[in-house]
């Protein structure tokens, strides 16, 4: 009886193993279906990476040059420290964190810093752990190898900054691409990943898109620890395009000289050609050394030198020539002269004004440096007659003051080539404040203002450019810094899968200049007042130059109230010029912060720039030799019809202005401090 009922589970037995067999097999088969079938080309892939590494060559940017030739930026190989991200993937990272600062000599905080933004990447991608690799630290990461399979050396260009602190605030410099860049649409439409190097600053930034190459790659096979084996393929990178920039080399060494002979050794100097706009000298000072963002930003040493760049009360990392905003002074008499001539407020024929000693305004009197009786407006430019421009602003009235910075773009960015340019500020910026607050703009405030002080302040690059467009009958061209663009190469073959396109060349395209409506009148007038400045025994007359006249307009900027102008509140100085004065090849603009009156602290600097330009367009006869086998490029742009035509080499005196009226006597001190 028991065989029987034996006999009879064992058959349920048999057919449940069966079913259960049959359902465990269904599913494996299943499963290897979805693995080798539907997932096959997925993990294929995955197993080919294993194997088979991509592994990037960075492109060297493009070198940037002087419009002579002479190198101002480049890229130079250098070893760098790389870590890949598949490795880490097995381990704590935070177990690496000391080993990696003691052994690399890293800041602690860089390393986890870099370690969390490799965790977000894809498992094959790799990124720069440390650049400019020492010798100890190759033979460290080579030592560990197999303890830290994770870190390679390899062979990168690094950008390199000869000049140093010369240039910076032009050239920038170039950095890792950070996390909250990554997010915008302006660069993740582009690409970019964790570790690109892209332009910080400067032109390195304004102009990355052309300086940046194209990165090629070399394909590899890897053991399982992720040891390169052997080498399968190389793609070349395409290196980024050369700029040649209007900067001539000599002209800003000269410029540097000036800055760190200043009294302060704080301020700007710019130079440019009022024909086109091209920019030969830009300098700020104080200054910063690129190659810190560069080579230190990984050390401890490093990174306190870049904080201390931030925390300095002097702002060396801060552009003085296109973000410094300070009052211009007496400069601003100039385009104050041009707006009062078109809207009719004086005339060529009738340009005199009183100036009175000053003015009185309700219980507050304004005092001009002098008493100049009434002179005409050439007269007030030579002399700086401040009581003038005091009547001749309330005459004009602020309407008039406000439709002259919008005349002269001082609402709006010059549109320079570089980033971060500011907006200057003047009454047509504060008059809606004061009308909503105050209910009126008051009297006194268009006195002042028509001085360039209190609610005027201008940057640099926009006063230049506006009293540039006088000695160019009202042109008021695109100040830039670029030349050209060298064409590059092509990387293969045509129809080849790795084919990389060439990359023309291409030069700056000049826009029409703004016109600033003038009679030749008018311009005759005002550009009379400004050549007297220096010629004709005006405030800048201690800087005239035989053979080589100077039109100019000094500038003494208050800061501070009287009395408490002492210090680090004393007067900016101001220089701004162009020579020769009847057909100038060359701007001038010199600005001293807080080192008292423009035509001691400033005016100098400018004729040392002149002197410096003559220098080289004119060489002493014992140097024919030298310039035969190094002669330097003209200054001026070969497009014939926006250049005057080269002038003989030996300076010829320019036409004196007829009738130019005496100044007034006064005595040394006031004559001294007349803007």
């Known amino acids: 009886?028991?065989?029987?009922?034996?006999?009879?589970?064992?058959?349920?037995?048999?057919?449940?193993?069966?079913?259960?067999?049959?359902?465990?097999?269904?599913?494996?088969?299943?499963?290897?279906?979805?693995?080798?079938?539907?997932?096959?080309?997925?993990?294929?892939?995955?197993?080919?990476?294993?194997?088979?590494?991509?592994?990037?060559?960075?492109?060297?940017?493009?070198?940037i040059f002087d419009r002579n030739g002479k190198i101002l930026v480049d890229s130079r190989p250098t070893y760098n420290v790389v870590l890949s991200n598949e490795p880490l993937k097995k381990i704590d990272v935070n177990e690496r964190v000391p080993d990696y600062a003691r052994?690399?000599?890293?800041?602690?905080?860089?390393?986890?810093?870099?370690?969390?933004?490799?965790?977000?990447?894809?498992?094959?991608?790799?990124?720069?752990?440390?650049?400019?690799?020492?010798?100890?630290?190759?033979?460290?990461?080579?030592?560990?190898?197999?303890?830290y399979p994770e870190l390679r050396v390899e062979?990168?260009?690094?950008?390199?900054?000869?000049?140093?602190?010369?240039?910076?605030?032009?050239?920038?410099?170039?950095?890792?691409?950070?996390?909250?860049?990554?997010?915008?649409?302006?660069?993740?439409?582009?690409?970019?990943?964790?570790?690109?190097?892209?332009?910080?600053?400067?032109?390195?930034?304004?102009?990355?898109?052309?300086?940046?190459?194209?990165?090629?790659?070399?394909?590899?096979?890897?053991?399982?620890?992720?040891r390169v084996q052997s080498e399968l393929e190389t793609v070349?990178?395409?290196?980024?395009?050369?700029?040649?920039?209007?900067?001539?080399?000599?002209?800003?060494m000269a410029a540097e000289q000036q800055l760190d002979a200043s009294a302060t050794k704080r301020g700007t100097i710019i130079s440019l050609d009022p024909n086109n706009g091209e920019i030969f000298v830009m300098a700020s000072h104080p200054s910063y050394d690129p190659n810190i963002f560069v080579q230190g930003?990984?050390?401890?040493?490093?990174?306190?030198?870049?904080?201390?760049?931030?925390?300095?009360?002097?702002?060396?990392?801060?552009?003085?020539?296109?973000?410094?905003?300070?009052?211009?002074?007496?400069?601003?008499?100039?385009?104050?002269?041009?707006?009062?001539?078109?809207?009719?407020?004086?005339?060529?024929?009738?340009?005199?004004?009183?100036?009175?000693?000053?003015?009185?305004?309700?219980?507050?009197?304004?005092?001009?440096?002098?008493?100049?009786?009434?002179?005409?407006?050439?007269?007030?430019?030579?002399?700086?007659?401040?009581?003038?421009?005091?009547?001749?602003?309330?005459?004009?009235?602020?309407?008039?003051?406000?439709?002259?910075?919008?005349?002269?773009?001082?609402?709006?960015?010059?549109?320079?080539?570089?980033?971060?340019?500011?907006?200057s500020q003047t009454p047509k910026t504060w008059y809606p404040y004061f009308m909503k607050h105050d209910g009126r703009w008051a009297d006194i405030k268009t006195v002042y203002a028509s001085v360039g002080q209190d609610t005027v302040v201008v940057t640099p690059i926009s006063m230049l450019r506006a009293i540039s467009s006088v000695g160019v009958g009202g042109k008021m061209f695109i100040p830039h810094f670029l030349k050209e663009f060298r064409p590059i190469g092509a990387v293969g073959e045509e129809g080849d899968p790795n084919y990389v396109a060439p990359r023309p060349g291409f030069g700056y395209q000049h826009p029409e200049p703004k016109i600033i409506p003038m009679t030749p009148e008018q311009n005759a007038l005002v550009l009379k007042g400004m050549w007297g400045v220096v010629n004709n025994g005006g405030t800048g007359g201690a800087i005239k130059m035989p053979g080589w006249e100077i039109a100019g307009k000094t500038g003494t900027a208050q800061v501070a109230e009287l009395g408490k102008d002492t210090g680090q509140n004393k007067d900016h100085a101001w220089f701004d010029s162009f020579a020769p004065a009847y057909k100038p090849e060359l701007s001038v603009l010199v600005l001293i912060e807080n080192s008292g009156f423009g035509a001691a602290n400033a005016a100098p600097a400018a004729k040392a720039m002149y002197e410096a330009y003559l220098a080289k367009r004119n060489p002493p006869l014992g140097d024919t030799t030298e310039v035969a086998l190094n002669e330097p490029k003209p200054l001026s742009s070969p497009d014939k019809s926006k250049v005057a035509p080269q002038k003989s080499s030996t300076p010829v005196p320019q036409k004196t202005p007829a009738a130019l009226p005496k100044a007034p006597k006064q005595s040394p001190e006031k004559t001294a401090k007349v803007r």
């Open 297 to 423: 930003s990984t050390t401890p040493e490093g990174r306190k030198q870049i904080a201390a760049y931030w925390q300095d009360e002097k702002r060396p990392l801060y552009n003085r020539a296109i973000q410094g905003r300070y009052p211009p002074g007496s400069t601003w008499k100039i385009p104050m002269s041009i707006a009062a001539l078109q809207d009719g407020t004086i005339t060529v024929q009738h340009s005199n004004m009183l100036c009175g000693g000053g003015i009185q305004v309700g219980n507050k009197f304004t005092r001009c440096m002098g008493n100049h009786g009434s002179p005409p407006l050439d007269a007030a430019i030579t002399h700086s007659c401040d009581g003038y421009y005091y009547h001749l602003g309330l005459k004009m009235g602020i309407d008039n003051i406000m439709k002259m910075v919008e005349e002269f773009d001082y609402d709006k960015r010059t549109g320079i080539d570089l980033p971060n340019e500011k907006i």
């Open 103 to 147: 052994g690399l000599s890293m800041d602690r905080q860089f390393v986890i810093d870099r370690l969390n933004v490799i965790k977000k990447q894809n498992d094959f991608e790799a990124m720069v752990l440390k650049e400019n690799a020492t010798i100890q630290d190759i033979t460290w990461v080579e030592a560990h190898s197999l303890e």
């Open 1 to 63: 009886m028991k065989l029987n009922d034996y006999a009879q589970n064992l058959g349920i037995r048999v057919g449940a193993i069966q079913v259960i067999a049959f359902v465990l097999l269904t599913l494996l088969g299943v499963r290897l279906y979805y693995l080798q079938i539907v997932k096959g080309d997925y993990y294929e892939q995955k197993a080919e990476n294993q194997r088979i590494r991509l592994i990037p060559i960075p492109a060297p940017r493009g070198a």
């Open 236 to 252: 070349p990178p395409q290196s980024g395009q050369d700029l040649i920039t209007t900067i001539d080399l000599d002209l800003q």
């Open 155 to 226: 062979l990168q260009p690094q950008r390199f900054y000869p000049l140093g602190t010369v240039l910076a605030h032009v050239l920038g410099y170039v950095g890792e691409i950070s996390p909250n860049q990554l997010e915008s649409p302006e660069y993740k439409d582009k690409g970019f990943r964790p570790g690109d190097i892209i332009g910080k600053g400067g032109l390195e930034q304004y102009y990355d898109e052309y300086l940046r190459g194209k990165p090629g790659y070399r394909k590899v096979i890897v053991d399982s620890r992720g």
